[in-house]
């Protein structure tokens, strides 16, 4: 099964433009998101969430690892979100973007785990480093920007001891901005005003969004039927982000352009 397998099979569970917008959330495919939609993303400064990248990895490690974390200890819970990541990589299909977010999104993870901010930045430079050196040409592909810098933002300002899953998912996502919307502006040449209420409105259901997205895709491969009641679910957070991103572009110099 490929992306654009999974991404048909979003298409059969949900309706447009919830359907886009998961599968640019999932698996990066702007391509699928409509032009009205898009133009709101880049308008509020919330283009990065369409973005395959270390963020979406890291949020669905988070969740992951709190869960294992329950069970076994830090060492053993890392090593297994590792191998689930590996897991996602092969479930959709390892595409270059979805490679590097794999990537950027396990160096995140281990800085994020241990704690040791250093040590994660030493190693996500040796990785960006080392990709850039098999791959020159990603320097200049947006996704992979957007994938470094995410990861960058996540590894300087993650968190380190949130006990909170909620609370521990938007610093996450908030962290993961903080070099993400510069790039964005500076590449639509657009300064968002309502950025920051746009993307502390929405940051605590990309979590959950991701999650059941992923349990859409994996579940209705098996069998569509068994995947509507969580197609239906995530239908309900997924019209919450179109309704805050769409509400606040059209707010008055919602954002300046030049």
């Keep these: 099964m490929t992306v654009d397998g999974f991404t048909l099979i979003i298409g059969q569970l949900l309706p447009e433009p919830h359907a886009g917008l998961l599968a640019g959330m999932l698996f990066g495919t702007k391509a699928s998101i409509q032009k009205d939609l898009y133009d709101a993303l880049v308008a509020t400064g919330t283009l990065h969430i369409a973005a395959l990248s270390g963020m979406n990895i890291s949020i669905l490690a988070t969740i992951v690892g709190g869960a294992l974390l329950r069970m076994v200890n830090k060492r053993i819970a890392s090593l297994l979100t590792i191998v689930i990541i590996i897991g996602f990589v092969w479930f959709v299909g390892a595409g270059a973007s ?67 899953m909620v609370k521990s998912d938007l610093h996450t996502t908030l962290a993961a901005q903080v070099f993400t919307i510069p790039l964005i502006l500076s590449t639509f040449h657009r300064i968002s005003l309502v950025s920051p209420l746009t993307n502390v409105l929405i940051g605590w259901v990309i979590a959950p969004v991701t999650t059941l997205g992923l349990l859409c895709a994996l579940v209705g491969w098996i069998f569509l039927p068994l995947a509507y009641p ?26 300046i352009a030049w």
């Design 230 to 255: 969580l197609a239906w679910t995530a239908w309900i957070f997924l019209e919450y982000m179109i309704l805050i991103i769409t509400w606040t572009a059209k707010i008055p110099l919602s954002y």
């Design 98 to 164: 979805i490679v590097r977010a794999a990537i950027m999104g396990s160096v995140a993870l281990l800085a994020t785990v241990f704690g040791r901010q250093y040590w994660g930045f030493l190693t996500y430079c040796l990785t960006v480093g080392l990709m850039l050196l098999v791959h020159p040409s990603w320097i200049a592909d947006l996704s992979f920007q957007l994938s470094a810098l995410a990861t960058l933002g996540i590894i300087l300002f993650g968190p380190r001891k949130e006990t909170n």
